[in-house]
C-alpha cells in the first residue's frame, strides 16, 4: 500500500527555471493539498483541491499552479522559480476535511 | 486569525518519564485540532485527530485532549521510549485550511 507518493525527493533549480512536482494517492480520497515547510515556520498550505475538478489557493499561493489531473493526481508547478521558493515540499491527501490527513515524504528544492 | 503555538520547542527527557507537550490556538471556532509526528528527513504522520466536539481521544500511550473554551490542546505521552523522539506538530482545521504550530521537537535519552 504505497500511500501517498511524490517525486521528484530532490531537485536544483535555478533562478527562472521551471519545474512541476507530481503526487499520486492510492486510498481514492476526495482531498489532496500541497504544503511548504520553512523552518521555525511551521507547515503553510499552497493549494488544495476539495474534490476532482476543483482547486482552490491557500495561504501562499502566488508563484505556484497546480492541476487535480484526476482522482488520483495533484501536480505543484512552479512557472518561474525564486530563491523564496526554496522550501520542503509535502502533498498530503484525506477522504474528507473532517479525516485524518495523509503525507507523502516530501520534495527538497533548492533554488539556486 | 488563527494562530497556534506551540511551547515549548525543544524538549529533553529521559527514558520513561510521562510527559506533556502543548498547543495553543486563538479561535476556538475550529473543525477538528490533528497531532502529527515528523521524523527527520521523512512526512507527517497523523496521530491523532479530535473532532471539535470531542474533549480527547486515545491511542496506545498517547493521549490528546481538546478545550476549544480555553484554546489549549495537550498531547500526552505514556512511558516515553527513545523511538518517540521526533518534531511533534499540532494542526487547527478551519474550513479547508490546516493552521499549522511551528512543532516541539521532542529526544528521549536512554
Known amino acids: 500500500n504505497a500511500g501517498v507518493t511524490q517525486t521528484p525527493k530532490f531537485q536544483v533549480l535555478k533562478t527562472g527555471q521551471s519545474m512541476t512536482l507530481q503526487c499520486a494517492q492510492d486510498?481514492?480520497?476526495?482531498?489532496m493539498y500541497w504544503y511548504r515547510q520553512d523552518p521555525g515556520m511551521g507547515l503553510r498550505l499552497i493549494y488544495y483541491?476539495?474534490?476532482?475538478?476543483?482547486?482552490d489557493k491557500g495561504e501562499v499561493p502566488n508563484g505556484y499552479n497546480v492541476s487535480r489531473l484526476n482522482k488520483r493526481e495533484f501536480s505543484l508547478r512552479l512557472e518561474s522559480a525564486a530563491p523564496s521558493q526554496t522550501s520542503v515540499y509535502f502533498c498530503?491527501?484525506?477522504?474528507?476535511?473532517?479525516?485524518?490527513?495523509?503525507f507523502g515524504s516530501g520534495t527538497q528544492l533548492s533554488v539556486l | 486569525k488563527q494562530e497556534v503555538t506551540q511551547i515549548p520547542a525543544a524538549l529533553s527527557v529521559p527514558e520513561g518519564e510521562n510527559l506533556v507537550l502543548n498547543c495553543s490556538f486563538t479561535?476556538?471556532?475550529?473543525?477538528?485540532l490533528q497531532w502529527f509526528r515528523q521524523d527527520p528527513g521523512k512526512g507527517l504522520t497523523s496521530l491523532l485527530l479530535?473532532?471539535?466536539s470531542q474533549r480527547e481521544q486515545t491511542s496506545g500511550r498517547l493521549n490528546a485532549s481538546l478545550d476549544k473554551s480555553s484554546g489549549r490542546s495537550t498531547l500526552y505521552i505514556a512511558a516515553s521510549q527513545p523511538g518517540d523522539s521526533a518534531t511533534y506538530l499540532c494542526?487547527?482545521?478551519?474550513?479547508?485550511?490546516?493552521?499549522w504550530g511551528a512543532g516541539t521537537k521532542l529526544i528521549i535519552k536512554p
Open positions: 479561535d476556538s471556532a475550529i473543525y477538528n
Open positions: 498530503a491527501s484525506g477522504r474528507d476535511r473532517d479525516e485524518k490527513l495523509f
Open positions: 494542526a487547527v482545521a478551519g474550513n479547508y485550511q490546516l493552521i
Open positions: 483541491s476539495a474534490s476532482e475538478g476543483t482547486t
Open positions: 479530535i473532532q471539535s
Open positions: 486510498m481514492n480520497h476526495n482531498s
